[in-house]
């Protein structure tokens, strides 16, 4: 992969200007009107007489379901790992640990660098109800520091590698694994919408490219697949 400038920096300018329509209007504008209008819409239903849906808020907010999200990643990856030679599984093991790694850092300078600093609307808007006021059960249903959305983060840096590695179909396939695990965070409201639609997004458009449209992704796998411990060797000095 040659680095595509042109590319990279036009993503990065959608990655800025996305940020900036927020971030400048006072209270931040017609963004606003739109988070709340979303949390509302979810919010409206918990109530004493639907412990049904405070139930379902909850289990989807669990970390076991986070665990869930692992494992349609995982899944993903494992239906195209079935298909490789021994060589070719290798190198998907090793796209996963760069991944992870680029995950990692960007998520890190996303939480450091972005001037933001803002609690989730089931903490900060007056009069909501929270899961937690029917039902105890462990889940997350609020943040004191809610922007950018770092799950929604996680899970756009690996439709951004699905795309680049594994092409169009498992793009589509992992962007809804991104709204079916991301979004439950919305529903219940420990993140605003604009959390994952301008904070985790513009995390991606301007981090990810860095990665995958200049050599620093194809040579970290190179290095790691030169490097890493190979197990089918391993298991034979083993025996």
């Known amino acids: 992969m040659r680095t595509r400038f042109p590319l990279i920096l036009l993503l990065n300018a959608a990655g800025v200007a996305l940020f900036m329509s927020w971030?400048?209007?006072?209270?931040?504008?017609?963004?606003?009107?739109?988070?709340?209008?979303?949390?509302?819409?979810?919010?409206?239903?918990?109530?004493?007489?639907n412990l049904g849906y405070a139930w379902f808020l909850a289990i989807i907010n669990n970390r076991a379901f986070d665990g869930c999200a692992l494992l349609a990643m995982g899944g993903l990856m494992l239906s195209?790992?079935?298909?490789?030679?021994?060589?070719?599984?290798?190198?998907?093991?090793?796209?996963?640990?760069?991944?992870?790694?680029?995950?990692?850092?960007?998520n890190q300078l996303a939480q450091n660098l972005i001037p933001v600093t803002r609690s989730s609307p089931s903490v900060s808007v007056p009069g909501v109800h929270r899961v937690r006021d029917f039902i105890a059960f462990s889940t997350k249903d609020g943040s004191r520091d809610s922007f950018p959305g770092d799950h929604g983060m996680m899970l756009?840096?690996?439709?951004?590698?699905?795309?680049?590695?594994?092409?169009?179909?498992?793009?589509?396939?992992?962007?809804?694994?991104?709204?079916?695990?991301?979004?439950?965070r919305v529903m219940i409201g420990a993140h605003w919408f604009t959390d994952i639609a301008v904070g985790s997004l513009t995390a991606v458009l301007i981090g990810v490219p860095w990665v995958l449209l200049t050599p620093v992704?194809?040579?970290?796998?190179?290095?790691?697949?030169?490097?890493?411990?190979?197990?089918t060797k391993m298991n034979r000095a083993i025996k």
């Not at 971030?23 to 007489?49: M, R, V």
């Not at 992704?217 to 197990?231: M, T």
Request: proline share 4%.
């Open 23 to 49: 971030y400048l209007p006072e209270n931040h504008g017609l963004w606003s009107t739109l988070d709340l209008a979303i949390f509302h819409f979810f919010n409206q239903g918990l109530s004493a007489d």
């Open 217 to 231: 992704s194809d040579k970290l796998i190179g290095l790691f697949a030169r490097n890493l411990p190979h197990f």
């Open 156 to 184: 756009l840096i690996f439709a951004s590698f699905m795309l680049r590695y594994f092409g169009r179909r498992a793009f589509l396939i992992s962007l809804v694994i991104f709204v079916a695990f991301a979004f439950p």
């Open 80 to 106: 195209f790992w079935l298909k490789e030679d021994p060589d070719g599984r290798r190198r998907i093991v090793v796209i996963g640990l760069v991944m992870l790694l680029a995950a990692v850092i960007i």
